[in-house]
């Protein structure tokens, strides 16, 4: 009993200092398995980690033990920035999305990648991302949650500690940030766009690796009340490469040894989901059984609604914010996520965006309409055609009745 009570004396004398520096040292590395694939199983509704909304006005569960954490992804700032008619596009989502999180009084936003759409963004492009961050981030709002892990092995920056943890400054909105394959470091430096807004304190740049042989995956630890998260954080490497470092079994990961069962892991990636090749994805079964959701970045369909794998864990695919393509997975409704997590059970709350551009696609087939003989004459096609798109439009006009930017059309024509 003296004992005890010597050791609990001993814990309260603690600095946070040494507290972080205790917590880092019960990290052990475990590498990902590739597990096998096995069948799909059925899962009891009451044990269930995901809340419905029933479940959680029911439980109420106070604010200061649930993470709120708004994941966005695929930003691609600067995308079309010379286009007249679009310039605008990408920078009016974003700032959508930081309303959104500043109105839901979330801890803090998680990004996945290819928030610009160049990895050497012009000079306007920063500008205006700058005046955003400053904006919507710069404020006197208490941060709400506990950092456990060392920073200076998460973020990479001269200052070895989060934006928020900077006496220096006054952070009430932080941003988390991977890197995707269009903002990817390069040069002999290995730099890129994301470093910019580290140094200048305006997000956390974290998932960034000095070896893509050998990968390990450092989390950032973070506690709200009696809810613990650990983020992992792996920004984007050539698919292939990443592939073959998967199967030699030389990616790793850093789990905390004490307590792990009651740590909620998150995995933030941005790689290919679809197969494009034997070697040119990444598969579900590479990752870690532990993981409790992976926020999947790249992909720009959006499946915002958790989906279970095979090996436990679920999958939130949340897309982008911009179409980049005229193509059928981009003509989906855009969303980004609210995420709450309390101890090991979450709910994901999709967000529609209602600043972007609709995409409006569709087909026809000239020889399956009834009087496909005149369509020999080029000025009757011609009206034809026109007369299709002007129904596109008007068709999105009614559809996206809440904006008032023009749609992008695409007409396949079989013929």
């Known amino acids: 009993s003296q004992s005890q009570s010597q050791s609990q004396s001993q814990s309260q004398s603690q600095s946070p200092q040494d507290k972080n520096q205790t917590q880092s040292n019960k990290l052990k590395q475990i590498p990902f398995k590739n597990l096998p694939t096995i069948p799909q199983l059925t899962k009891n509704e009451k044990n269930s980690p995901i809340l419905d909304d029933i479940q959680y006005d029911q439980l109420q569960i106070p604010e200061d033990q649930i993470f709120r954490i708004l994941l966005s992804t695929d930003n691609h700032l600067g995308y079309l920035e010379r286009d007249p008619e679009r310039e605008n596009d990408s920078f009016e989502t974003f700032e959508e999305m930081l309303k959104i999180a500043q109105k839901n009084q979330v801890d803090f936003i998680l990004l996945g990648g290819d ?94 690796s000095d070896s893509f042989d050998r990968i390990t995956l450092n989390p950032v630890l973070l506690r709200k009340g009696k809810t613990q998260v650990a983020i992992y954080g792996l920004g984007n490497i050539r698919d292939e490469r990443l592939h073959r470092t998967f199967t030699a079994g030389n990616v790793k990961m850093l789990k905390c040894s004490e307590d792990p069962k009651n740590w909620f892991n998150i995995l933030v990636l941005h790689q290919n989901r679809v197969a494009h090749g034997p070697k040119n994805y990444i598969r579900d079964d590479m990752l870690d059984q532990d993981l409790d959701l992976v926020f999947w970045g790249h992909e720009h369909e959006c499946r915002v609604q958790p989906e279970e794998v095979s090996t436990g864990f679920f999958i939130t695919q949340p897309g982008s914010s911009i179409a980049t393509s005229l193509s059928e997975g981009e003509a989906k409704i855009k969303h980004i996520a609210l995420l709450e997590i309390n101890e090991k059970q979450f709910r994901i709350e999709p967000i529609k965006l209602l600043t972007v551009r609709p995409l409006i696609m569709d087909s026809i087939c000239l020889l399956e309409q009834s009087n496909h003989e005149q369509f020999q004459n080029q000025q009757i096609l011609n009206d034809f055609l026109e007369k299709k798109v002007i129904d596109m439009i008007n068709s999105s006009n009614r559809d996206y009745s809440y904006t008032i930017k023009l749609p992008l059309i695409r007409l396949k024509v079989i013929y």
Do not use: V
């Not at 506990?146 to 941003?175: M, R, V, W």
């Not at 903002?183 to 997000?203: R, T």
């Open 115 to 208: 928030l610009f759409h160049y990895n050497k963004p012009t000079p306007k492009t920063l500008y205006t991302t700058i005046n955003l961050l400053r904006k919507y981030c710069w404020n006197l709002n208490p941060i709400t949650f506990e950092t456990l892990s060392k920073t200076k092995d998460n973020f990479h920056s001269s200052f070895k500690c989060a934006n928020y943890q900077d006496p220096n400054c006054s952070i009430g909105l932080p941003i988390f940030s991977i890197h995707g394959n269009h903002d990817d470091p390069m040069g002999e430096e290995g730099l890129s766009a994301l470093d910019i807004l580290s140094a200048a304190n305006l997000i956390n740049y974290f998932g960034k």
